[in-house]
């Protein structure tokens, strides 16, 4: 029997003195060590939090990530906005909007929105608006919401969470697209109170 002292990082190795196998771990990039596998689930969604938290504190809009066969890509709210068109001349004599005096151009910038009260997420996962793929949505932009009435899924650790409202009023906006995934305290559902 040869002794090997290098061993592949998610191999389980084993202690020849008392025969019990201990699971080695491969360090991260940030430099702190990766659980042994069997949590795999929950360190998952743990990883998905630390980059997050990564992505929102840097300049960039997405992140990519790869390990093995198992891929990942993060992106900023402001990636996955749809571009704004520049609003129509208006031609026979119209003026255009005055704008006030010293203002900065913001080109590319939206302005910021004002703040509607929001269902949020209470968890991190994949977002379903609607109960399967083709069927009708649980809510949607101009419709009504009440307190307690399901308003989408989220998909986390294989299990499907139904969503409910704490707020009752008209649904302004729905913001995540289904499908898509969305950290948890995001908003899901802007609500204006009736």
Known sequence: MTDDPIQPAETPASD?????????????????????????????????????????RSDLIELEVEAGSTGLVLRKPAALAPVAVAAPAVVGGAEAAPSAVGETPTAGRDPAPAAKPSIKAPLTGIFYASPAPGSAPYVTAGGEVAVGQIIGLIEAMKLFNEIKSDLAGRVVRVVPESGTLVKAKQPLIEVEPL
């Open 16 to 56: 020849a003195t008392d025969g019990t196998d201990a699971t080695t771990t491969a360090p991260m990039a940030d430099g702190s060590a990766a659980a042994p596998r069997g949590h795999d689930d929950a360190e998952l969604l743990g990883l998905i939090d630390r980059l997050a938290v990564l992505l929102d």
